[in-house]
């Protein structure tokens, strides 16, 4: 037996399965009534009655492949006898469950006009015809409510499936779109912290290749600032690319190396022991509480500044001031002399445009210009909760 014969099998059956049950099952009540037929009706019909439940029975294939098709053909054997009454009903109820309620309205208005035409000519013992056919058509109105519920039910309940699976579907888009966000999150800060350990390993490595002669002790902090430097690049480094392959969406949320504001001290010291000059003034204390949000975004704007100061004008040095209370906005303004051949550092390059974005995201914005007195100028405004 080949494969296509042997997956055929079990399909076949599935597919038959509905019609053999049927076949049974209406089988039985049809010879319930042929039986009853014969014994109560003129025995000259009973050839008849039982050709026609044989006609009624092999209706039911057809009824289950084509409901309207058999459905009117069943109401129209039924108008000469009872004993297909099982199928037309059965028609009525299978038509309303899977096809439309005009198809199912057809079969039952054929129905029950065959039942009429019976009861007109083959009446029944004790029962008045006007009875029998209220009767008869309460019951195939019965039947065609009923498939039509039944249908709308499974209708409903299929639609709250789908509506279930795309919001299922929908929720896991979201939560890769924000796993994303995190990464993509993730990968700004380590531009940034790696930018600021680089640019501080190249100015602690370029007063090493200048000043060969300067006394042991400065080469000796040169060379422990690029120590500290590399091993705080690589810790972080390492760090982040945790992160990065975690698929902990909880982890990703949080911040990766959470430093805020209060952490700007060890920031300004690093960059004096890489030989940057960085005066920090204005009414703010750098460890005054800010929302955590808000802190990690201020001191990514001056590490970024800081950064493009010692890339653009090194061995300038670096004016830092802070601003601003709760319920008004913080304030970061960065300024340093222009360097001779640093033309450039007015221009908007890609730490500014990272600034930029980054102050957008937190609602803020930054502005950067060359004052008339050749100094560079760097300000962020962010907004500050009260």
């Given at each position: 037996m080949d494969a296509a014969t042997w997956a055929g099998g079990p399909l076949r059956v599935r597919r038959w399965a509905p019609?053999?049950?049927s076949t049974v099952a209406l089988g039985v009540l049809v010879a319930v009534a042929l039986w009853t037929t014969i014994r109560s009706g003129p025995a000259a019909l009973a050839g008849v009655d039982a050709a026609l439940a044989v006609a009624a029975l092999s209706l039911v294939p057809l009824?289950?492949?084509?409901?309207?098709?058999?459905?009117?053909?069943?109401?129209?054997?039924?108008?000469l006898s009872s004993v297909v009454t099982p199928v037309a009903s059965f028609a009525v109820l299978f038509?309303?469950?899977?096809?439309?309620?005009?198809?199912?309205a057809t079969v039952t208005v054929v129905g029950v006009a065959g039942e009429a035409v019976q009861g007109a000519w083959r009446s029944t013992p004790g029962l008045p015809y006007g009875w029998r056919l209220a009767l008869m058509t309460a019951a195939y109105a019965a039947l065609l409510g009923w498939g039509t519920w039944a249908r709308a039910r499974h209708a409903l309940l299929a639609a709250l499936r789908d509506r279930a699976q795309r919001a299922e579907r929908e929720q896991e888009r979201r939560v890769v779109e924000a796993r994303a966000a995190e990464r993509n999150r993730i990968a700004r800060e380590m531009h940034d912290v790696l930018a600021h350990r680089l640019s501080l390993l190249a100015t602690a490595a370029g007063a090493l290749e200048y000043r060969p002669d300067a006394p042991p002790e400065r080469l000796s902090a040169a060379a422990g600032v690029i120590r500290s430097s590399a091993h705080h690049a690589l810790d972080e480094l390492r760090e982040v690319i945790t992160l990065l392959r975690s698929d902990d969406t909880d982890a990703l949320a949080d911040d990766p190396l959470g430093q805020t504001l209060a952490d700007l001290p060890r920031l300004v010291e690093e960059a004096w022991a890489a030989g940057q000059r960085v005066e920090v003034d204005g009414p703010l204390d750098p460890?005054?509480?800010?929302?955590?949000?808000?802190?990690?975004?201020?001191?990514r704007v001056v590490q970024e500044a800081l950064t493009n100061a010692r890339k653009h004008a090194a061995g300038q040095p670096v004016v830092l001031t802070l601003g601003g209370a709760?319920?008004?906005?913080?304030?970061?303004?960065?300024?340093?002399?222009?360097?001779p051949d640093?033309?450039?550092?007015?221009?908007?390059?890609?730490?500014?445009?990272?600034?930029?974005e980054r102050a957008a995201l937190a609602g803020g914005h930054v502005e950067h210009h060359v004052g008339a007195d050749g100094r560079f100028w760097l300000t962020a405004r962010l907004p500050w909760p009260a």
């Open positions: 019609v053999g049950l009824v289950i492949r084509r409901p309207q098709t058999g459905g009117v053909l069943a109401g129209l054997l039924v108008a038509t309303a469950r899977h096809r439309p309620f005009r198809q199912a460890s005054v509480a800010v929302p955590p949000a808000l802190g990690r975004t201020a001191y709760p319920g008004a906005e913080l304030t970061i303004a960065v300024s340093n002399p222009t360097a640093a033309g450039a550092a007015a221009t908007a390059g890609s730490g500014l445009i990272g600034l930029a």
